[in-house]
T-cell receptor
Framework: DTGVSQDPRHKITKRGQNVTFRCDPI?????LYWYRQTLGQGPEFLTY????????KSRLLSDRFSAERPKGSFSTLEIQRTEQGDSAMYLC??????????????FGPGTRLTVT | DQQVKQNSPSLSVQEGRISILNCDYT??????FLWYKKYPAEGPTFLIS?????DKNEDGRFTVFLNKSAKHLSLHIVPSQPGDSAVYFC??????????FGTGTRLQVTL
């Protein structure tokens, strides 16, 4: 297994367009998290899934954002009607709840979104 | 309201010396603390963690100390190596295992 993967790595879009990102977690991991990181800041929690259920969403996640994890495998994060303030690195992480160290989240390389 | 703070945006240390990175937190409900290392254009990589019931955890060159009464933790890297140059994030685990990160400290290890 090669770890958490994200696609695309970079996305440039015009304001008002919709974008979708994909995350493939480590295969046996049942938890999947989305974070957003802007310049000079640490990653900020957006939402997380336990298997296919989305259990929590941050107030940062406006109604233009939607995330899914069908069948508890890969996840997608969609942003509708993008705004310049959405420009950031979007990070996905996964973890195994039942492991001895369930707090260790393994991050993907991120998708850098630029909204022009 | 920043619950996890890293007050030093950067740190420069000579190769072979000790690097000490600091982190403060405000929420006493955090139960685990973690350090992540991040290179440009990569996601954060897990380094070391500590439970809130411990005061020290060591893994090779990396040691994390937790002072619960002061709500302070630190990461010690001994000896520092040029490959350690990266941005280091302190993170704290809260409800639902979601992590709250600090703003990071850029470590530069010089020859």
């Amino acid at each position: 297994d090669t770890g958490v993967s994200q696609d695309p790595r970079h996305k440039i879009t015009k304001r008002g367009q919709n974008v979708t990102f994909r995350c493939d977690p480590i295969s046996e991991h049942n938890r999947l998290y989305w974070y957003r990181q802007t310049l000079g800041q640490g990653p900020e929690f957006l939402t997380y899934f336990q298997n296919e259920a989305q259990l929590e969403k941050s107030r940062l996640l406006s109604d233009r954002f939607s995330a899914e994890r069908p069948k508890g495998s890969f996840s997608t994060l969609e942003i509708q009607r993008t705004e310049q303030g959405d420009s950031a690195m979007y990070l996905c992480a996964s973890s195994l709840e039942a492991s001895p160290a369930p707090y260790e989240q393994y991050f993907g390389p991120g998708t850098r979104l630029t909204v022009t | 309201d920043q619950q996890v703070k890293q007050n030093s945006p950067s740190l420069s240390v000579q190769e072979g010396r000790i690097s000490i990175l600091n982190c403060d937190y405000t929420n006493s409900m955090f139960d685990y603390f973690l350090w992540y290392k991040k290179y440009p254009a990569e996601g954060p990589t897990f380094l070391i963690s500590i439970s809130s019931i411990k005061d020290k955890n060591e893994d090779g060159r990396f040691t994390v100390f937790l002072n619960k009464s002061a709500k302070h933790l630190s990461l010690h890297i001994v000896p520092s190596q040029p490959g350690d140059s990266a941005v280091y994030f302190c993170a704290a685990r809260g409800t639902a295992s979601k992590l709250t990160f600090g703003t990071g400290t850029r470590l530069q290890v010089t020859l």
